[in-house]
């Protein structure tokens, strides 16, 4: 979808009508508004937008860059602004975490060109490890927030952020939801500018040295800006109040539920008796627009997903009014607090407080409950690809564990081998954020804690957030292995390049960073690469390497599956399928049992491998014990 997307918004005719997902949409915003540097760190839902924008990069002289970290790509994205070149910085919500440090100070500097940050929420942690509410963040840095209900908005705030930005000499904050990065919808393209900005830096201290006074001063600016902001939320296209003016009841929105609503509404044939406030702008909030529904109506219901954001800056509003008006939300349990929302669970709370009958139709639970009745295929454990090395890694380590019989907690970080916490492997304790396996299990050292650590952590996490961990650990003196799963890719969000490829966003060749030498350099005691589908090797390296004390690293190197095959499939060349001898096959189950590959399943009591999903790693050959797995030559075209 990603190549068809990149071609429907590569069109130039301006008012073209064409359908594709809101990641897309914002790429083209960013084609439209001419700008010259994108940076990002691979992560979903939003990584998809630099997938759209990469194939334009030459043609529209955009550099693009997947940076170390989000914390890097921030900085290279200011920076760039701040010489007078259009630029966008684009995360998930987790990044802003990382992000965040950087904007608090940059905020106060400002920038000379017109700077975007794009922060992708995930209400209900759909692509992400929690969910989170990165509008907190615009408040804090004092900047405008957007926050669009579809993926006509997205563009278009992206087109209006940058020319906001040059105006008020601030970074513009647009806040996206998982649901409007993946959905579809019709979009109008614009007109693509040309840019006129060329690279200049004026030194001026007193704007880029932010300490001391210095910081004091440019906040009293930034407050002086705040006035400009206010003007702009209350005068800006992205609001839109639907009102006669009689009605009793109001609803405020913002973003996707901003159509949740329409469509509850319609459901209940109440389209006409309740007044509309959607909210373009989260901040500052337009309180003259909010004002003036307030001053009609006599109930308010406000929806939008995760924290009441909104909610509690409309009471604020309400409180000043006077008037006693009935605000209903998250704060008094009309919605929840966490997941995302749907048109049924707002035609709920409408029905609940404003008593309007529905229309005959399925309730939510009903369908639930017709849908059970049908027993569909059953529910599946989720589980590794076809020949993902995370499994062969991480089984490798189990049966070293197995040979040690020793107690050991094993910590592990943000990518695809967090599937190892599930059955057959069941390996893993821990996981919360980027680099936080090796920390944690630091802390469990200094605790006192008697089991032996394990940290188990991916290549391209380690270049993000690992490096300072492992030094902490050396310096500190902590027994510790550290197990680095180097799968060669981001595989997680899309098989993105790190630095440890030696390839750019735009797959021109570059330096590679070793990650071997890295290790060496943090201070570690011993380091070994290993190939985890050499099961036997492997398991005795990591069996003598548990035995060890100190700080150990063993880095398990062995490119993803997923790379592999798109590779055969570029080059058309031959591949080989496993399939199972049923004249050997005791039905022990071993290979099932101890590696949960998909392609393998169960037929007249025995084994049979799916040829078509096999990964070809021949893992289920070394399992077996009773020599009934062979290979055989596949078509080309299989």
């Keep these: 979808m990603i190549e068809l ?14 359908a594709v997902s ?12 001419s700008v010259k540097v994108v940076t990002s760190y691979p992560g979903t839902p939003c990584a998809e937008v630099l997938e759209n924008l990469i194939p334009f990069g030459k043609q529209y002289g955009i550099y693009i860059e997947w940076s170390v970290n989000e914390k890097v790509a921030f900085e290279v994205a200011a920076s760039a602004a701040m010489a007078g070149i259009r630029s966008a910085f684009i995360t998930k919500h987790a990044g802003m975490n990382w992000a965040s440090d950087s904007l608090m100070a940059m905020s106060y500097a400002g920038v000379k060109s017109g700077m975007v940050i794009i922060s992708a929420d995930d209400p209900g942690a759909l692509n992400s490890p929690i969910e989170q509410d990165t509008r907190f963040y615009a408040r804090m840095a004092e900047i405008l927030g957007l926050d669009p209900a579809s993926a006509q908005e997205a563009k278009d705030m992206v087109v209006s952020a940058f020319e906001i930005s040059e105006k008020l ?9 998982n649901r409007i990065l993946y959905g579809r919808s019709s979009l109008s393209l614009g007109k693509i500018q040309q840019s006129k900005n060329k690279a200049e830096f004026y030194k001026d201290p007193s704007r880029w040295i932010i300490a001391g006074k210095n910081a004091v001063c440019r906040h009293q600016w930034l407050h002086r800006q705040q006035q400009q902001l206010r003007m702009i939320v209350e005068q800006g296209p992205f609001n839109k109040l639907e009102m006669k003016g009689d009605e009793k009841y109001g609803i405020i929105t913002t973003g996707i539920c901003y159509y949740y609503v329409k469509d509850a509404l319609q459901s209940l044939d109440i389209e006409n008796k309740i007044a509309i406030l959607k909210l373009g702008y989260f901040n500052p909030l337009p309180e003259d627009m909010i004002r003036q529904i307030l001053q009609v109506v006599e109930e308010v219901v406000v929806v939008e997903e995760l924290e009441p954001f909104i909610e509690e800056g409309v009471k604020k509003v309400a409180s000043e009014l006077k008037k006693g008006i009935k605000i209903f939300g998250k704060l008094n349990g009309y919605f929840p607090e966490t997941g995302f929302y749907e048109t049924e669970m707002i035609e709920e709370t409408i029905k609940k407080r404003w008593n309007f009958p529905s229309k005959k139709s399925l309730s939510r639970d009903t369908i639930k409950r017709e849908l059970k009745d049908l027993k569909l295929a059953p529910y599946q454990q989720i589980t590794f690809c076809p020949g ?8 490798v380590l189990k049966r070293a564990i197995a040979k040690i019989k020793g107690d050991f907690i094993i910590t592990t970080d943000i990518g695809c081998y967090i599937i190892g916490v599930f059955p057959p492997l069941s390996l893993l304790d821990t996981v919360f954020c980027m680099g936080a396996s090796i920390g944690v299990a630091c802390g469990f050292y200094q605790a006192g804690l008697k089991q032996n650590l394990i940290a188990t952590i991916g290549d391209s996490t380690f270049l993000h957030a690992g490096i300072p961990a492992l030094i902490n650990c050396c ?5 510790i292995l550290v197990y680095i799963l180097d799968n060669r890719t981001v595989a997680m969000t899309g098989l993105q390049p790190h630095p440890g490829l030696g390839l750019t966003a735009q797959a021109e060749k570059t330096k590679v960073i070793d990650i071997e030498n890295i290790v060496k350099s943090c201070g570690v005691d011993y380091v070994r690469v290993i190939d985890q589908f050499n099961l036997k090797e492997a398991e005795d390296v990591l069996t003598d390497v548990l035995k060890m004390k100190g700080q ?14 798109k590779s055969i499939e570029q080059n058309k060349q031959q591949t080989r399928a496993y399939k199972v001898n049923p004249e050997k096959c005791k039905y022990c189950r071993r290979c099932i049992e101890s590696l949960g590959c998909p392609a393998m399943y169960v037929k007249d009591n025995k084994v049979a491998i ?4 096999c990964g070809n ?11 009934a797995i062979i290979y055989s030559a596949r078509e080309k075209n299989a």
Excluded: M, W
């Design 22 to 33: 809101g990641n897309a949409a914002l790429a083209r915003g960013l084609i439209e508004s």
């Design 169 to 177: 000499e601030l970074p513009v904050f647009i806040r996206p939801s």
């Design 388 to 395: 993902c090395p995370h499994r062969a890694a991480l089984l």
């Design 610 to 613: 799916n040829e078509f999903l």
């Design 5 to 18: 997307d990149s071609q429907l918004i590569s069109k130039s005719n301006t008012g073209n009508q064409v």
């Design 475 to 479: 310096y500190t003196g902590v027994d």
């Design 552 to 565: 150990r690293v063993v880095i398990a190197r062995h490119t993803c599956a997923q790379v592999i095959n």
């Design 617 to 627: 790693c021949g893992l289920c050959v070394q399992v077996c014990t009773q020599g």
